[in-house]
């Protein structure tokens, strides 16, 4: 199994820039999620989805949109990426059961300048 | 609301020192779970350990042992006789209980601390 996977593992971009970071998962989990790291700032969760087809906002969803038009596959869209977007993003899935771990991907290093 | 509270950002420890990683954390929910995660040089975060809200035996795997305890909202992360690969960010995180409809719920992490082992 590869568990979680992200394309690309970096990407540098100009402001204005558009582009789509791919997850994909393996272990038919129902739940996915994209996050963005920032020094002192832990994790932050931009969108979620609990299933094929449904997603839903999470606390820094703006600038970012996101589909689940496949169980596996999770995208995670930038259509006018800023200086701000600047960051390591994560995705994450975990089985629909309360309490549940996630499995996390190795993360994207996006740069806009 | 949910909030978890990482107050060591760094630590240094010198080869074969334990290390104790504290994680406090605030909920509301009466029945919930905590998380430790490790993320590595390499990125990638790893999961350790999950515990639910009426668990508050502790739990030691190997050099890692957590000490869970309600009456003081802590969770805290020991490492024995630690070593140069324990050098990462660990994170901690809570999550509450949908209830009977279940549903997914928000996990809310803490803002990791960085342990670096010094051979």
């Known amino acids: 199994n590869a568990g979680v996977t992200q394309t690309p593992k970096f990407r540098v971009l100009k402001t204005g820039q558009s582009m789509t970071l791919l997850c994909a998962q393996d272990?038919?989990?129902?739940?996915m999620y994209w996050y963005r790291q920032d020094p002192g700032m832990g994790l932050r969760l931009i969108h979620y989805?609990?299933?094929?087809?449904?997603?839903a906002k999470g606390e820094v969803p703006d600038g970012y949109n996101v589909s689940r038009l496949k169980k596996q596959n999770f995208l995670l869209g930038l259509e006018s990426a800023a200086p701000s977007q600047t960051s390591v993003y994560f995705c994450?899935?975990?089985?629909?059961?309360?309490?549940?771990?996630?499995?996390f991907g190795p993360g994207t290093r996006l740069t806009v300048t | 609301a949910q909030k978890v509270t990482q107050a060591q950002t760094e630590i240094s420890v010198v080869e074969k020192e334990d290390v104790t990683l504290d994680c406090v954390y605030e909920?509301?929910?009466?029945?919930?779970?905590l998380f430790w995660y490790k993320q590595p040089p390499s990125g990638e975060l790893v999961f350790l350990i999950r515990?639910?809200?009426?668990?508050?035996q502790n739990e030691i795997s190997g050099r890692y042992s957590w000490n869970f305890q309600k009456s003081t909202s802590s969770f805290n992360f020991t490492i024995t006789a630690s070593q140069v690969v324990d050098s990462a960010v660990y994170f901690c995180?809570?999550?509450?209980?949908?209830?009977?409809?279940?549903?997914?719920?928000?996990?809310?992490f803490g803002t990791g601390t960085k342990l670096q082992v010094i051979p």
């Open positions: 989805s609990v299933g094929e087809g449904t997603t």
């Open positions: 909920t509301r929910d009466t029945t919930y779970y």
């Open positions: 994450a899935s975990s089985y629909s059961t309360t309490g549940s771990e996630q499995y």
């Open positions: 272990m038919n989990h129902e739940y």
């Open positions: 515990r639910n809200s009426f668990d508050e």
């Open positions: 995180a809570l999550t509450g209980w949908g209830g009977a409809s279940g549903g997914y719920q928000k996990v809310t």
